[in-house]
């Protein structure tokens, strides 16, 4: 459920927004909204590694916890490219990029099918 307070010249002045359970955001997303995104929802490793096994690799190997979705700074750093490419391959169509409208910006995020995706094109040398 989401509410809003109007400002007298028709600006928005607060917003409160309730995720249904299981919903998970993307990582790095402003301090306002860091708190929503502090859950990650229960997935067992062997669920997690066998749905999506380079993924999976990868996000051992640098420390980070698997999420359903991720900002485009850690989906850069996931696939070991920089933003720039990232941006670039989004816009080629190689990988899958969602937006979302935080604070009145259009903000990229990764989900964790359109990066398993994306690394198996890499290892098959498609990317």
């Known amino acids: 459920m989401a509410t809003s307070e109007k400002h007298k010249a028709g600006r928005l002045q607060s917003y409160r927004l309730a995720l249904p359970a299981g919903v998970v955001l993307p990582s790095g997303l402003p ?9 990650t929802p229960e997935e067992s490793p062997a669920a997690t590694s066998n749905e999506y096994p380079r993924l999976y690799r990868r996000l051992c190997d640098l420390g980070l916890t698997f999420q359903f979705a991720y900002s485009q ?7 070991d490219r920089s933003v720039r490419t990232l941006r670039e391959w ?22 964790a099918r359109s990066l398993e995706s ?8 498609k990317a």
């Open 31 to 39: 301090a306002a909204l860091a708190d929503m995104a502090q859950t």
């Open 73 to 79: 700074r850690v989906a850069a750093r996931i696939i």
């Open 118 to 125: 994306c690394l198996r094109a890499c290892e098959q040398g």
């Open 90 to 111: 989004s816009r080629q169509g190689k990988i899958v990029c969602y937006r979302t409208c935080i604070a009145s910006t259009l903000s990229p995020y990764y989900t």
